[in-house]
């Protein structure tokens, strides 16, 4: 993957990337090498987990990687982590890491999906940083359920223990312009993105979302929380939800930023809403969710912006990591409907 890695982060207000999210299994060390730069991210689980680790407790690290958050756990105290990853040579860097710690007798390799895989025995706690940038992209909640169910004590702890996702309008003109270019950072080129596009019988580059920081200025209206995950057996990815927004501002509605709260342990709140990257604010590996509409439209204070959002399981595909977000709507303007929007993703089996 084509992303800036060293140094002061590689990119600016607006600019649009490839999803990181809809890459997971194209990941390698120097996309972990992004993720371990991501000082938003990396303080916060570092402070969580040194807040909920005891002594003598087992930890199942979920997606452990490079096993930084292993390497962690173990320094607070833990008896055991258990590493469950689906990627061999990161795990191998995982084992090595750990072992160049001195806590290569504690640390216990799982090569594989989480789905697919057992623990010898129940964990204490279980830490996973496999949210995307809405949440529920990437499997994270089924991930987070199964797990739960089959591999945690009663009483157990989860890192995080509470993940809020909020969408809101906004008018980003530098991010819809270079979707409609149709060339996204991170990728092979523009002819690679179109061949993407054509795989997963995309109507065009705004039939997709993308990471990018969308800064609060261009924010049309407050945000709405748009779902919540606490980890039950009633909770479900699948859903349908409509969102009603009054327009505080004058602009261009050029589509919706999405963003997460996560609320890692009871001192510690991962909130990637952020638009500083210069104060590093801002997650250089999550970034927001830019969700376009492909015809931008003028909004007035006073504006009601109706939006539907729905993720659903596509269909043809056993890929425990992939979804389809719709984001459909209409803004309305002295009681008339002025204009409307219809987007959505698809994924390929």
Not at 67 to 75: F, T, V
Not at 211 to 236: G, M, N, W
């Amino acid at each position: 993957m084509n992303r800036m890695i060293t140094g002061a982060p590689g990119y600016e207000p607006e600019q649009v990337w490839l999803p990181a999210s809809e890459q997971l299994m194209e990941w390698d060390a120097s996309f972990h090498d992004l993720l371990l730069g991501d000082e938003l991210r990396m303080a916060a689980f570092r402070a969580a987990i040194n807040e909920v680790v005891f002594p003598g407790c087992t930890v199942l690290d979920l997606g452990t990687g490079t096993g930084i958050l292993a390497e962690w756990a173990l320094r607070a105290g833990a008896d055991t982590v258990y590493g469950i990853e689906l990627n061999a040579s990161l795990l191998e860097m995982a084992m090595k890491r750990t072992e160049a710690a001195g806590y290569s007798s504690r640390f216990r390799p799982v090569l594989g999906v989480s789905f697919d895989v057992n623990l010898p025995e129940p964990v204490d706690i279980i830490v996973s940083e496999t949210m995307g940038n809405l949440a529920d992209n990437e499997g994270f909640v089924d991930i987070i359920n199964d797990s739960r169910r089959r591999f945690l004590a009663v009483g157990g702890i989860i890192v995080p223990s509470r993940v809020e996702s909020y969408l809101v309008p906004v008018a980003a003109e530098r991010a819809h312009d270079e979707v409609r270019r149709g060339n996204p950072r991170g990728g092979n080129g523009r002819d690679d993105f179109v061949r993407q596009l054509r795989r997963r019988k995309a109507r065009g580059p705004f039939d997709f979302y993308y990471d990018a920081i969308i800064p609060i200025r261009s924010h049309l209206s407050a945000p709405r929380l748009a779902r919540q995950y606490v980890f039950k057996d009633e909770e479900t990815a699948t859903y349908e939800l409509q969102l009603v927004y009054m327009a505080q501002r004058e602009g261009m509605l050029t589509g919706f930023k999405g963003y997460f709260v996560a609320t890692l342990s009871d001192a510690v709140k991962l909130d990637i809403s952020g638009d500083d990257i210069a104060g590093r604010t801002t997650s250089d590996s999550w970034k927001h969710c830019y969700l376009p509409v492909a015809e931008p439209c003028p909004v007035q204070p006073g504006d009601r912006i109706e939006l539907t959002f729905s993720r659903s399981r596509p269909a043809g595909t056993s890929d425990p990591f992939r979804q389809t977000y719709r984001w459909e709507g209409q803004v309305i303007s002295t009681d008339e409907k002025v204009a409307s929007f219809a987007q959505g993703t698809t994924s390929a089996p």
